[in-house]
């Protein structure tokens, strides 16, 4: 008996740890005739989901369609396996956002409006209170609970976001630009903060920013959208995990016939300016192979660095390519 | 997440029952409310009136007061439907204006401050956060509308005995019918004001002239065209029609001085102020629920 409550416990652990955060299944969205979503398809899985993209590529709308406020034109989403069109209320009782614009409600002091937060995701009047505190605390605003959020500056509001968002614990928070206005210290503490949730493995967190160091620092996964469609899918940790380092050169010279004989030693390669190009070594070729072929191609090779794909790298050829997929 | 622990947890404890999560919008509105002196001594004069007609019933059966005062209440203020239709009429005046006060703010100061998605990010629906905003104002007339009506209605009947109460019972219903219709136009208008007009005092003020204006002009008409019809457009004329059909104290035709003369000019139906209440109130609901999203939607 035992046994097999143990077996039936470990089956649903499994199918917990198998289902995906996110799971993106051919949604679409759209404003009156404007397509603002399309054909978005994927699984993402990470403990700390990053969004990127440029202006208008659909970041905050991928996020309001998760949340349940727009309904899709077609297709769907699930979050931990639930339906976003079925079942939102289920959804929104597991969720917690921080929405990107100053969103508050006025006349009030931090704690109550947090304990009203919390009240509202369905925990009991003196339980919320209590979770407010805690929240509040936790997220360094301990001291100015007692002040009408009217009088915050900008970074005690993105903070007093974040207590709200996360007050009734939930499995999953959406923080849309949290690092927004912050100044420096500000900055690193939000950051802290939410790596400190993301390791403490209690949640997963979804981070939309335009901030390409703030995703880089916190995420493990990054979904990249231009125009409504995912350019480039990339899991940070595995990237890190593989080490993959690459050589930058600076050239003078026919560059065609340079990438040419290097494509013929067995090495990926790639152009990115006039005078610049990437190459990853294969292994069994070595330096002294490149600046062989620069000499026979009559060549220069003013510079060469060793470097690792940044997420900046990644997000510049996504731009530039933008046929990226899962 | 204890205060000295700062560390991030799940919470595992009860949950509070789905449907009376929308109670939590008024008991923490009437914090603020009741937070101003002025508005808290405003709303005990409102019940002013019920002291005086309450002292009248008592009067009414007091024979040694009677004899004291010299005075025949009995002929000269009758217990009658008239008697608490004005109870309903005086109320009802109350009613607007703790409704002027109250109301206008609610959803306003939520959308100026874009708080509608932090309300609607969770297990709350839009139909909740509005029918919690209604009841921030629907239950604070009820409280001086039908509550003290109905209260009026047993000291009397307990006054009088179970015959008058038999026999008077309609009474209760007209009370309470023609207070709720008043009460809920009130707040539906009051929130589509609200979520229209971003503004307070602004809000204030186009609730006012909703309810001034239409009244003007129903009077212009009427003089006009020798006819009643013009009290179709005013929100007031309204009230006292459908509350005058409770009470049965309706007349379908009155006498009108206008610059023609002195004339007989027939009401509206009675059936036409309740449909003009409900179509009113319909187009309420609609424009809130064209208002209130997390998000507006530019296509």
């Known amino acids: 008996m035992v046994a097999a409550l143990q077996e039936d416990q470990q089956i649903a652990l499994q199918a917990l740890v198998q289902t995906p955060v996110i799971e993106l299944d051919g949604l679409s969205v759209r404003f009156g005739r404007r397509p603002i979503l399309q054909d978005l398809r994927g699984q993402l899985r990470g403990r700390a989901i990053g969004l990127l993209g440029p202006n208008g590529a659909g970041k905050t709308t991928l996020i309001h369609t998760l949340l349940g406020f727009h309904p899709p034109a077609s297709g769907t989403a699930r979050i931990f396996g639930q339906d976003v069109i079925n079942e939102t209320k289920e959804i929104r009782s597991i969720i917690g956002y921080m929405p990107e614009r100053d969103a508050y409600i006025a006349k009030m002091s931090c704690v109550h409006f947090v304990r009203l937060m919390a009240e509202l995701s369905g925990i009991p009047s003196e339980a919320a209170l209590e979770r407010a505190h805690e929240a509040l605390f936790y997220v360094g605003l301990g001291e100015a609970r007692y002040r009408n959020l009217d009088t915050y500056s900008l970074g005690m509001k993105q903070l007093a976001k974040l207590a709200q968002a996360i007050v009734h614990g939930p499995r999953l928070i959406f923080l ?40 880089e620092e916190c995420c493990e996964e990054i979904l990249i959208l231009k125009d409504g469609r995912i350019a480039t899918y990339c899991n940070l940790e595995e990237e890190r995990k593989a080490n993959r380092k690459f050589l930058v050169l600076e050239t003078r010279g026919d560059q065609a016939a340079f990438t040419k004989a290097i494509a013929e030693l067995g090495c990926e390669y790639a152009i990115t300016s006039d005078h610049r190009v990437k190459v990853v070594l294969q292994e069994g070729a070595e330096i002294r192979d490149l600046y062989r072929i620069a000499a026979a191609q009559n060549l220069q090779i003013r510079r060469l660095n060793f470097k690792r794909d940044s997420l900046e790298d990644i997000f510049l050829k996504a731009m530039e390519n933008g046929n990226g997929g899962l | 997440m204890a205060v000295y622990e700062h560390h991030y947890r799940r919470y595992a404890g009860p949950l509070t029952p789905d449907w009376s999560r929308f109670l939590i919008i008024p008991r923490h509105a009437y914090r603020d409310i009741f937070r101003s002196k002025l508005f808290t001594a405003f709303f005990v004069a409102c019940f002013v009136p019920l002291l005086i007609e309450a002292i009248l019933i008592y009067l009414h059966h007091n024979v040694n007061a009677l004899a004291i005062l010299k005075v025949n209440v009995r002929e000269l203020l009758p217990i009658d439907a008239s008697f608490f239709e004005a109870f309903v009429g005086i109320q009802g005046g109350f009613a607007f204006l703790v409704t002027l006060l109250v109301g206008p703010p609610l959803v306003a100061r939520d959308l100026r401050n874009n708080a509608l998605p932090l309300y609607l990010c969770r297990p709350f629906s839009r139909a909740e956060y509005v029918f919690g905003k209604m009841s921030v104002v629907l239950i604070l007339l009820s409280t001086i509308t039908w509550i003290p009506g109905l209260v009026l209605f047993l000291f009397q009947s307990y006054l009088e005995g179970f015959s008058w109460f038999a026999g008077n019972l309609w009474l209760a219903n007209a009370i309470f ?37 239409p009244s003007v002009f129903s009077e212009v008409i009427n003089q006009m065209f020798s006819t009643r019809w013009g009290h179709i457009i005013s929100v007031d004329s309204l009230r006292r029609s459908v509350t005058a059909g409770l009470f049965g104290t309706f007349e379908a035709a009155s006498r009108q001085v206008s610059f023609s003369g002195e004339r007989i000019s027939n009401e509206p139906p009675i059936w036409c102020s309740w449909f003009v209440l409900f179509l009113i109130c319909a187009i309420c609901l609609a424009i809130l629920s064209r208002r209130v999203k997390a998000y507006e939607v530019v296509s």
């Open chain 1, 176 to 215: 849309d630009e949290p690092t927004n206005g912050l100044d420096p210290p500000a900055r690193l503490r939000m950051i802290k903060l939410i790596r400190e949730i993301r390791d403490s493995g209690q949640a997963n967190i979804v981070i939309s920013s335009h901030l390409l160091r703030d995703v």
């Open chain 2, 177 to 213: 019918l023609g207070s709720l219709a008043w009460i809920l136009l009130l707040t539906l208008l009051s929130q589509t004001i609200s979520a229209l007009v971003k503004w307070r005092m602004a809000a204030s003020a186009a609730l006012l002239a909703l309810y001034l204006i």
